[in-house]
């Protein structure tokens, strides 16, 4: 994708999955031109600091006002339709028929790539320019995670682990993988028009390639996103739509 392709998709404000998901590749392909090679596989380590393992328990947490690594590097971060952000630093990705909006996540800016939220000011800080409006994807991202602290690294902002280090933590990682995932964990969440009504589905895909339906919604009345099912079990997601709290979806998916 040439930088002018680029500029004419960052001012549109819908996609479909397939234009989102290609633009999103090409992107990714982009970005690495001047990072350093990440140690550990980026998507298995925590964004919490209670879960860390590489992290140790006292490491001084950095400081986010002159980092704003997280913020330039992943490209991925979803918005809730119960979320705040401003529709300008939206990207929003429909059904077939271009009318629902089936997932939202933060726009990058055509020059930088960063999140088109995040301000630089001549003093070398990084400011979230939407901070007290950042989605919960956002909030829940803890400075002093591994995944933190793996993405500093990628960016030149912390020395390399050590080979003993990175050894030991692709051990705990291995010990990690053996642990099979729940067969009752979402892979994946689609959500679909029915056929013979104006309702939609939020379709699961579980781990053993089986698909069930979580739930069933009219538009008019409720708002969900795809991306916030993926990672949560099924009795859980079950359980919360049953409960007739909807609110507390951001619980029990975290
Ligand atoms: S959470 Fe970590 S990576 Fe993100 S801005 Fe703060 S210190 Fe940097
Ligand atoms: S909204 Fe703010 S905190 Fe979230 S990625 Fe953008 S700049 Fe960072």
Known sequence: ????????????????EDEFWQMIIALDARKWTNLLPPQLPLEDLPTKRTKSFVTPPDAPIPDCLTCGACCTFLFVVGVTATDDAPPENIWNVTDESGETIIDSYLQRDAETLFCTALETTADGKTPCGIYERRPQTCRKFEAGSDKCHALRRIYGFEPFLTVDEMLAAQQILKMKESNAIS???IRDAKIVRQAETENFEIVAEMQNGVK???????????????????????????????????????????
């Not at 994708?1 to 479909?16: G, K, L, P, W």
């Not at 009345?221 to 507390?248: H, K, L, Y």
């Open 1 to 16: 994708m040439s930088d002018a392709e680029f500029v004419q998709i960052e001012r549109r404000r819908n996609f479909t």
């Open 183 to 185: 067969p009752d964990t």
């Open 212 to 254: 069930k339906t979580i739930h069933a919604f009219d538009p008019q009345r409720e708002s969900w996103r795809q991306f916030q099912f993926s990672g949560a079990t099924f009795a859980d997601v079950r359980r919360m739509f049953e409960s007739e709290n909807a609110t507390e979806i951001d619980s029990v998916l975290s």
